[in-house]
């Protein structure tokens, strides 16, 4: 039988690359009306996407910045929670939009920490295939870590940030003075991921926190820096491998042994930074029960993180309930557990074969370990 077949052939020439900025500077919430201009659309809107607790604090501010530049806006909510980042949240959302008259001009505001970071940058990403998006984030977490680097997404009952797209913010807007009204402990969590970019790669930003045991209060430039060491770590990391298959898994430092700690506690105990901070500790026993990191390097980073980082709520979950669901994580390739571990303060190395046995060895070690203040 004779075939007619067709082949059409398509040629999609690669995406633009994403050129952006983060911007961190004192009282530049009140001119993000002139950073939104410069983003937005002629003749388009600017829609805020923030929490009712977050807008509490700095909505105010923001708006009145906007209505400084005539910039017509409009306000969602997401409630506050991680609960609520989810799919339902998005469509809720997407509706508003489309109710407010909200077209392809639009430039979506984040305004928030993380959950409402990541969820404002999907909506951006797939709303009518695609409008803009500015972050200006609120939390430690969100300034150092997640408004930068392209990662969007929420959660399924399955697990967390399940469905997602990569999607660049056109800027971040850092102002460190919304830092003010974080309630303690999440700036406190916020700091073990600030402590990871110091171990993975810049020393010097590791000595900057070490040297102020006492946190920043006293001295804002010193915060500010601090800040901006971290977004440059992370910059450079994720430039070099946006997609993570090879050099970013380094921000995983901490992580493979925190997020199963996390997942272990029903998300319920810990919050994220502080899981991260007991992983890092944990990497770092694993790292010298391999004779790969001198002891007294584990002991500065151990001391440090304390400082920044605690109190941090005791590890009550057996070394074995961790080591499962660390191997069932999403990032565990067919259950092998990638490890990034220090060989100094400010060097790391991923390691794919650590026995399970020394795993265990340095859970038990990092559940026993003698807080020193
Ligand atoms: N996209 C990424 O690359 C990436 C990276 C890291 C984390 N994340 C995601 O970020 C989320 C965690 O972010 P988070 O730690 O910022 O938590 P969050 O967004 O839940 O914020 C923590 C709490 O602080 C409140 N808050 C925020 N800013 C405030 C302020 N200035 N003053 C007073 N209260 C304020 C929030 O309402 C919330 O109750 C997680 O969902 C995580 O998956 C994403
Ligand atoms: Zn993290």
Redesign the pocket.
Known sequence: MATNASRIAMHIPPAAPADYAAEVSRGSLARAGAVVRRYLPAGGRAVVVT?P??RG??GAPLQASLAAEQIPHLVIELP???SF?RLSELERLADQMVTAGCDRDTLVVAL?????G?VAAFLASIYMRGVGVIQVP??L??MI??AL?G??GVNLAHG??LIGTFYHPSHILVDPE??A???ER?FR??MAEAIKYGVIGDEELFRLIESRPRGWDSDAAALDAMITACLRQKAEVVAGDEREGGRRRILNFGHTLGHALESATGYARFR?GEAVAWGMIAAGRIAVLRGSLPAEAAARMNKVIFAACGPLPAIETAPEVILRHAASDKKARAGVLHFVLPTAIGQVEVVRDVPAALILAALADTINIEVTR
Not at 112 to 116: A, I, N, P, R, T
């Open positions: 929490n607790t977050v604090f700095w506050d929670g991680e980042k928030g920490g993380g959950v409402v990541d609120t939390t977490v969100a870590d997640s680097g990662k969007t967390k940030n919304t830092l009204s974080l309630p999440e969590a916020g994220h």
